[in-house]
């Protein structure tokens, strides 16, 4: 079926980067636009940025930009989050997600990351 | 960036009743680009509308999605026992943002 696996929770400490990887299956991998998207602790959702699977090509939130590299490996459908420089409001659940055919919405999630920043 | 807003923070109902939240945009959003999601404690958020009025494959048709240019609107007719949980509206311009969510939860 069609899903996306995201790997466990990670607990690091500040100035320390993380890398966050979610496999793809059940779809053509090169054919969607993917997301990654973030939840603090009982707060709301934060785009980060997208990447396309086929060329690599990424664009990211502003906020982020500089600390922040999506990258993909074709060959076994999985994307990579490098986080840097973490601080502790990056202490967040963190997703990916596939965009839809028609561009504006996402219609498959991950299972989500915790990542924890905490000295 | 577009900014949106929802309302009510919280919304408490009962089983059966109707629940009308609302999603409004710091400027327009092409109707194309305004989703709908859904999500529950410990769980991934899961897409309800697309297009602002296109149930995603799945979706029950007591939910539906209406609105344009700044003002959107996510009904849920009648309230069934799994739909407690918090909503997010989401715009895809030049880059996408979410509302802050609206929680409904029982009365």
């Known amino acids: 079926q069609v899903q996306l696996v995201q790997s466990g929770a990670e607990v690091k400490k500040p100035g320390a980067s993380v890398k966050v990887s979610c496999k793809a299956s059940?779809?053509?991998?090169?054919?969607?636009?993917m997301h990654w998207v973030r939840q603090a602790p009982g707060q709301g959702l934060e785009w980060m940025g997208i990447?396309?699977?086929?060329?690599?090509?990424?664009t990211y939130a502003q906020k982020l930009q500089g600390r922040v590299t999506m990258t993909r490996d074709t060959s076994t459908s999985t994307l990579y989050m490098e986080l840097r420089s973490l601080r502790s409001d990056d202490t967040a659940v963190y997703y990916c997600?596939?965009?839809?055919?028609?561009?504006?919405?996402?219609?498959?999630w991950g299972q989500g990351t915790m990542v924890t920043v905490s000295s | 960036e577009i900014v949106l807003t929802q309302s009510p923070g919280t919304l408490s109902l009962s089983p059966g009743e109707r629940a009308t939240l609302s999603c409004r945009a710091s400027?327009?959003?092409?109707?194309?680009?305004l989703a709908w999601y859904q999500q529950k404690p410990g769980q991934a958020p899961r897409l309800l509308i697309y297009?602002?009025?296109s149930r995603a494959t799945g979706i029950p048709d007591r939910f539906s999605g209406s609105g344009s240019g700044t003002d959107f609107t996510l009904t849920i007719s009648r309230l069934e026992p799994e739909d407690f949980a918090v909503y997010y509206c989401?715009?895809?311009?030049?880059?996408?943002?979410f509302g802050p969510g609206t929680k409904v939860d029982i009365k």
């Open positions: 997600t596939r965009q839809t055919v028609s561009g504006a919405a996402f219609d498959i």
């Open positions: 059940g779809f053509t991998f090169s054919s969607y636009y």
């Open positions: 990447i396309n699977p086929s060329y690599g090509s990424t």
């Open positions: 400027q327009s959003v092409s109707s194309n680009y």
């Open positions: 297009g602002a009025s």
């Open positions: 989401q715009q895809y311009g030049s880059s996408p943002t």
